[in-house]
């Protein structure tokens, strides 16, 4: 045949692919593992676009040339197949969620196969499966079994803490615990109700039932949490979102800080991803005291403040606008204001409230605080820049050395103290004169000896509302009784989702759970109607993939010993503060209690980049159905429009598809420059909006999955932002053909041979070998494919068609495009597939020169070239050039008064 049949190809070795199941990893524990995982995607309506393969290609490559190395190799795909869109369009519909996932995912496996990756699709996930959440729903029942151990430092089975309590009370535990936990000895466990020991058991337990603040979207019917809410609107439909106080599940996620904060400085991260999770735990060391409330027994306002030494610049107070003594302490005169206040703060969300630097609003409460060193009376106010969740949701207020205290201050004309000077404390009694540090100590020791306070770290992060009012998502295997929470038997699990009506919340507001008939335990206990988050299953689902048919445990421990976590995952950035940082929470916590052998789930990480849409612009004459050319538009008033960028060609508009794409165009005239239609240009955001979004499945059709796989690699550095042209995959394509005819004659005949290798030929093979190993070890997969196109032009101009090297040019080629180079493997004579081939060993002999051109110089003037061997000794270089003519010219028989030679540099003769 004389071109290169790509349709067909592809489907033959998808084919042979699936029958022979090349691509499944074995549990066999004497190779050396690799474990290759994209993060999973969700699986819409739309599908996919030609920016989502982008990371699953540079995975697939790495992938395969780690099974050409010789590793046991696991690359899985699976779906995270819970989640709010598909419930919102069950909503919209009646279809029950199940059945456009299905749909969904069947569309996602499509269009994944069509591109040719070499995934295990045996081990395939779904989050949605019951197979699956049956061990989401027990690892939950894990956490509520848990608590955390300061003392160790890890989580232990709450059967300890039990054993603690019955010997000794809570007053010498070191754990993590509600702060309103009050202590009790022995005796008094022991008599307590079963009921009073399960309530105090919830204020230690990992997951845990309490009243939080959180991010209620009514129109949802549901909690969003903070990654989901933007600038007071949920990210999804754009719905107001309010704060509000509800009884909610959380993960006790605060108590790992400190250690999720120390594993990132042993994880292969992109340095972006590792500060947004620095910042987003928070650590602060600093002080944590009390201030009493005037005229108020036994109430206090407790801060926490970094800064402990400023304490007597300290002229007000401020509450988050959600504090609990707010409703407590704010006099009948303020009650009004303060109200109203409130109102409107809970419903702006948590970033508005820290990133609105300049903007300063508050209201005096009519209480007073006093002052625990001076004793003086200060003001308390309410004002939305201070947050309930972070610190104790209260400041002391310095605003001599604070620009939010200090633009307060001002605001209010309140006062201004000043404590700081020359970085030494000034007008603060004993502490005067002493710099920062010592200061910081001193002030620290004496609120302790006081007991009006304590030296403290504190964490931003706050813990994981777990719990969300929506119907698609993980059952939570608890039941209630007496409205104290108990978990279902083992044996119970999974508990599926009940059959519902609708999909909505109840019309008295209980979450769409409540609306199944008689979701109840056997003994008429009423079971949890709300269902856990998005990030649940992707929390753990990494080991899943390890073992994923397993029914009696979440992972094999054996297995789970020998793939260890992932050693390459690539994904987006913008999981860096949810999916990332829970599934490192959920990995410690079951390495903590012996269910796996690590405590970080992914070694490496790397996030691609994203691929921009190339959107094509036409421009309508005002009033009129015309469409003027790109260069003619000045000479009119025009509207600029998005247009399909798939009926636009090297930015020239195919006027007959323009008609068809929509009815209004149907009877378009058109202004033309030299007889076309030039669209105009611009790089954005790929999306539908935009009508420029390409669909691979056409890039496939047209081109072929090796050229859109070649490409997408082609167009830039893996992580970054590149723009999506179709225009330029024409080249991609006719590499990919070039490299067809190195195997064949002028008729099309497939024709190789045996023999001596061309020295040339060999070293652009083991140049193109040694610096694709290098770019795929190093993800640089851009600079791979310039490389396989010098060599495949350089074997051209040497009409290059010998057998051993066309061998490991394919071999090297095929992590990239494996179709062509599994046909020509074939077409070489070899059985099986390319991926068990090997990979070609580099030579560093092969690359040597064996030869050098010297200039040769006369009185520092170039004169002539001579080609010599590398090693050849200086006085065989003197005597040939003595001895050439071109030189003997320039000497003209005049006595030579030096000769300079450096080896392997130049040759100069001074006369």
Same mark, same amino acid.
């Given at each position: 045949?004389?071109?290169?049949?790509?349709?067909?190809?592809? $489907?033959?070795?998808? *084919?042979?692919?699936? !029958?022979? =199941?090349?691509?499944?990893?074995?549990?066999?524990?004497?190779?050396?593992?690799?474990?290759?995982?994209?993060?999973?995607?969700?699986?819409?309506?739309?599908?996919?676009?030609?920016?989502?393969?982008?990371?699953?290609?540079?995975?697939?490559?790495?992938?395969?040339?780690?099974?050409?190395?010789?590793?046991?190799?696991?690359?899985?795909?699976?779906?995270?197949?819970?989640?709010?869109?598909?419930?919102?369009?069950? &909503?919209?519909?009646? =279809?029950?969620?199940?059945?456009?996932?299905?749909?969904?995912?069947?569309?996602? &496996?499509?269009?994944?196969?069509?591109?040719?990756?070499?995934?295990?699709? $045996?081990? @395939?996930?779904?989050?949605?499966?019951?197979?699956?959440?049956?061990?989401?729903?027990?690892?939950?029942?894990?956490?509520?079994?848990?608590?955390?151990?300061?003392?160790?430092?890890?989580?232990?089975?709450?059967?300890?803490?039990?054993?603690?309590?019955?010997?000794?009370?809570?007053?010498?535990?070191?754990? *993590?615990?509600?702060?309103?936990?009050?202590?009790?000895?022995?005796?008094?466990?022991?008599?307590?109700?079963?009921?009073?020991?399960?309530?105090?058991?919830?204020?230690?337990?990992?997951?845990?039932?309490?009243?939080?603040?959180?991010?209620?979207?009514?129109?949802?019917?549901?909690?969003?949490?903070?990654?989901?809410?933007?600038?007071?609107?949920?990210?999804?439909?754009?719905?107001?979102?309010?704060?509000?106080?509800?009884?909610?599940?959380?993960?006790?996620?605060?108590?790992?800080?400190?250690?999720?904060? @120390?594993?990132?400085?042993?994880?292969?991260?992109?340095?972006?991803?590792?500060?947004?999770?620095?910042?987003?735990?928070?650590?602060?060391?600093?002080?944590?005291?009390?201030?009493?409330?005037?005229?108020?027994?036994?109430?206090?306002?407790?801060?926490?403040?970094?800064?402990?030494?400023?304490?007597?610049?300290?002229?007000? #107070?401020?509450?988050?606008?959600?504090?609990?003594?707010?409703?407590?302490?704010?006099?009948?005169?303020?009650?009004?204001?303060?109200?109203?206040?409130?109102?409107?703060?809970?419903?702006?969300?948590?970033?508005?409230?820290?990133?609105?630097? !300049?903007?300063?609003?508050?209201?005096?409460?009519?209480?007073?605080?006093?002052?625990?060193?001076?004793?003086?009376?200060?003001?308390?106010?309410?004002?939305?820049?201070?947050?309930?969740?972070?610190?104790?949701?209260?400041?002391?207020?310095?605003?001599?050395?604070?620009?939010?205290?200090?633009?307060?201050?001002?605001?209010?004309?309140?006062?201004?103290?000043?404590?700081?000077?020359?970085?030494?404390?000034?007008?603060?009694?004993?502490?005067?004169?002493?710099?920062?540090?010592?200061? +910081?100590?001193?002030?620290?020791?004496?609120?302790?000896?006081?007991? +009006?306070?304590?030296?403290?770290?504190?964490?931003?992060?706050?813990?994981?509302?777990?719990?969300?009012?929506?119907?698609?998502?993980?059952?939570?295997?608890?039941?209630?009784?007496?409205?104290?929470?108990?978990?279902?038997?083992?044996?119970?699990?999974?508990?599926?989702?009940?059959?519902?009506?609708?999909?909505?919340?109840?019309?008295?507001?209980?979450?769409?759970?409540?609306?199944?008939?008689?979701?109840?335990?056997?003994?008429?206990?009423?079971?949890? $109607?709300?269902?856990?988050?998005?990030?649940?299953?992707?929390?753990?689902?990494?080991?899943?993939?390890?073992?994923?048919?397993?029914?009696?445990?979440?992972?094999?421990?054996?297995?789970?010993?020998?793939?260890?976590?992932?050693?390459?995952?690539?994904?987006?950035?913008?999981?860096?503060?949810?999916?990332?940082?829970?599934?490192?929470?959920?990995? !410690?916590?079951?390495?903590?209690?012996?269910?796996?052998?690590?405590?970080?789930?992914? =070694?490496?990480?790397?996030?691609?980049?994203?691929?921009?849409?190339?959107?094509?612009?036409?421009?309508?004459?005002?009033?009129?159905?015309?469409?003027?050319?790109?260069?003619?538009?000045?000479?009119?008033?025009?509207?600029?429009?998005?247009?399909?960028?798939?009926?636009?060609?090297?930015?020239?508009?195919?006027?007959?598809?323009?008609?068809?794409?929509?009815?209004?165009?149907?009877?378009?005239?058109?202004?033309?420059?030299?007889?076309?239609? +030039?669209?105009?240009?611009?790089?954005?955001?790929?999306?539908?909006?935009?009508?420029?979004?390409?669909?691979?499945?056409?890039?496939?059709?047209?081109?072929?999955?090796?050229?859109?796989?070649?490409?997408? #690699?082609?167009?830039?550095?893996?992580?970054?932002?590149?723009?999506?042209?179709?225009?330029?995959?024409?080249?991609?394509?006719?590499?990919?053909?070039?490299?067809?005819?190195?195997?064949?004659?002028?008729?099309?005949?497939?024709?190789?041979?045996?023999?001596?290798?061309?020295?040339? *030929?060999?070293?652009?093979?083991?140049?193109?070998?040694?610096?694709?190993?290098?770019?795929?070890?190093?993800?640089?997969?851009?600079?791979?494919?310039?490389?396989?196109?010098?060599?495949?032009?350089?074997?051209?101009?040497?009409?290059?068609?010998? !057998?051993?090297?066309?061998?490991?040019?394919?071999?090297?080629?095929?992590?990239?495009?494996?179709?062509?180079?599994?046909?020509?493997?074939?077409?070489?004579?070899?059985?099986?597939?390319?991926?068990?081939?090997?990979?070609?060993?580099?030579?560093?002999?092969?690359?040597?020169?064996?030869?050098?051109?010297?200039?040769?110089?006369?009185?520092?003037?170039?004169?002539?070239? #001579?080609?010599?061997?590398?090693?050849?000794?200086? @006085?065989?270089?003197?005597?040939?050039?003595?001895?050439?003519?071109?030189?003997?010219?320039?000497?003209?028989?005049?006595? &030579?008064?030096?000769? &300079? +030679?450096?080896?392997?540099?130049?040759?100069?003769?001074?006369?």
């Amino acid at each position: 045949m004389a071109e290169y049949q790509f349709r067909a190809t592809e $489907k033959k070795w998808q *084919a042979f692919w699936e !029958k022979n =199941q090349t691509f499944n990893a074995k549990d066999d524990f004497q190779k050396p593992k690799y474990y290759a995982l994209d993060m999973f995607p969700y699986p819409s309506g739309a599908g996919l676009h030609v920016g989502h393969p982008l990371g699953y290609i540079a995975s697939d490559i790495v992938a395969r040339f780690k099974k050409q190395q010789g590793f046991n190799v696991l690359h899985p795909m699976g779906f995270d197949s819970f989640g709010l869109p598909a419930e919102q369009y069950a &909503i919209q519909t009646g =279809q029950h969620p199940a059945i456009t996932t299905e749909q969904n995912i069947k569309r996602y &496996i499509e269009q994944l196969k069509n591109i040719g990756f070499a995934y295990d699709w $045996k081990r @395939e996930v779904r989050t949605s499966e019951p197979s699956f959440y049956k061990w989401t729903q027990w690892i939950f029942m894990q956490l509520f079994n848990s608590w955390y151990d300061f003392t160790d430092n890890k989580a232990r089975p709450i059967s300890v803490l039990i054993e603690h309590f019955e010997k000794a009370g809570n007053q010498l535990i070191k754990a *993590a615990c509600d702060e309103d936990t009050e202590s009790f000895k022995a005796n008094d466990w022991l008599h307590f109700s079963d009921e009073e020991k399960q309530k105090i058991l919830l204020k230690y337990r990992i997951a845990y039932l309490s009243e939080a603040i959180v991010n209620w979207c009514p129109a949802l019917g549901t909690v969003l949490s903070n990654d989901e809410v933007k600038d007071g609107y949920s990210e999804r439909g754009g719905h107001p979102v309010e704060r509000k106080k509800m009884m909610q599940w959380s993960m006790r996620i605060s108590a790992f800080a400190e250690r999720l904060l @120390e594993g990132l400085n042993r994880l292969d991260w992109p340095e972006p991803v590792k500060e947004m999770q620095r910042n987003w735990i928070g650590k602060s060391v600093g002080a944590e005291l009390s201030f009493e409330v005037a005229d108020y027994q036994n109430q206090e306002i407790k801060v926490f403040t970094t800064r402990v030494d400023t304490i007597y610049g300290v002229t007000f #107070m401020v509450l988050a606008p959600e504090h609990e003594l707010v409703a407590q302490i704010t006099t009948a005169e303020q009650k009004e204001a303060v109200e109203e206040y409130v109102k409107v703060a809970k419903n702006r969300s948590e970033r508005e409230r820290m990133t609105e630097v !300049k903007r300063v609003s508050g209201v005096f409460t009519g209480a007073y605080a006093i002052h625990p060193f001076t004793g003086e009376k200060i003001q308390v106010w309410i004002g939305d820049y201070v947050l309930a969740g972070y610190g104790t949701g209260a400041v002391m207020a310095v605003p001599s050395d604070d620009e939010r205290d200090l633009a307060f201050a001002q605001h209010f004309n309140l006062p201004v103290r000043e404590v700081v000077e020359n970085d030494k404390i000034v007008n603060s009694d004993f502490l005067t004169g002493l710099p920062i540090k010592e200061a +910081i100590a001193k002030a620290v020791s004496y609120i302790e000896e006081k007991g +009006i306070g304590k030296g403290k770290v504190n964490y931003r992060m706050r813990d994981a509302i777990f719990s969300r009012q929506r119907y698609w998502g993980e059952p939570v295997p608890v039941y209630f009784k007496n409205d104290i929470p108990y978990l279902l038997e083992e044996d119970q699990l999974p508990l599926e989702l009940p059959e519902v009506d609708k999909y909505l919340p109840t019309e008295d507001g209980e979450p769409p759970l409540a609306r199944a008939k008689n979701w109840k335990t056997e003994e008429g206990y009423e079971l949890e $109607k709300s269902t856990m988050p998005g990030w649940a299953g992707s929390s753990w689902y990494m080991f899943r993939y390890m073992d994923p048919h397993n029914s009696g445990a979440f992972v094999d421990q054996n297995k789970q010993e020998y793939w260890k976590n992932v050693d390459l995952y690539i994904g987006g950035s913008e999981h860096a503060t949810g999916h990332l940082l829970y599934s490192r929470f959920w990995t !410690k916590f079951l390495f903590d209690l012996g269910y796996i052998t690590v405590d970080e789930p992914f =070694q490496k990480m790397i996030n691609q980049g994203m691929i921009q849409g190339r959107s094509n612009f036409v421009y309508r004459v005002e009033g009129k159905n015309t469409y003027v050319s790109k260069n003619l538009k000045d000479d009119y008033t025009t509207q600029m429009l998005h247009v399909d960028v798939n009926i636009v060609f090297n930015d020239e508009l195919d006027i007959e598809k323009f008609r068809r794409w929509r009815p209004e165009n149907a009877d378009a005239e058109f202004i033309l420059e030299d007889g076309k239609y +030039i669209c105009g240009t611009e790089i954005e955001k790929m999306s539908k909006s935009k009508h420029n979004v390409v669909n691979p499945d056409d890039v496939i059709e047209q081109y072929g999955a090796d050229t859109l796989r070649l490409y997408e #690699m082609f167009l830039g550095p893996l992580e970054q932002f590149k723009p999506w042209n179709t225009n330029g995959i024409d080249g991609t394509s006719k590499f990919l053909k070039k490299l067809w005819r190195l195997f064949h004659n002028e008729k099309g005949e497939f024709e190789v041979a045996e023999g001596e290798v061309d020295k040339k *030929a060999l070293k652009a093979l083991h140049l193109a070998i040694q610096k694709v190993e290098y770019d795929i070890e190093h993800f640089s997969f851009n600079t791979s494919v310039s490389t396989f196109m010098i060599c495949v032009n350089t074997l051209t101009d040497l009409k290059c068609n010998n !057998k051993a090297i066309l061998s490991d040019l394919v071999r090297i080629i095929a992590p990239y495009a494996p179709h062509i180079c599994e046909e020509l493997w074939e077409l070489l004579g070899n059985k099986g597939s390319i991926s068990e081939a090997g990979w070609p060993a580099f030579n560093p002999e092969f690359i040597k020169e064996n030869d050098f051109t010297y200039p040769v110089s006369v009185n520092g003037k170039h004169r002539d070239n #001579m080609t010599f061997a590398v090693n050849s000794p200086k @006085e065989e270089i003197e005597k040939a050039v003595l001895a050439n003519p071109v030189i003997q010219k320039w000497i003209e028989g005049k006595p &030579i008064k030096k000769m &300079i +030679i450096v080896p392997n540099k130049i040759v100069n003769i001074v006369v």
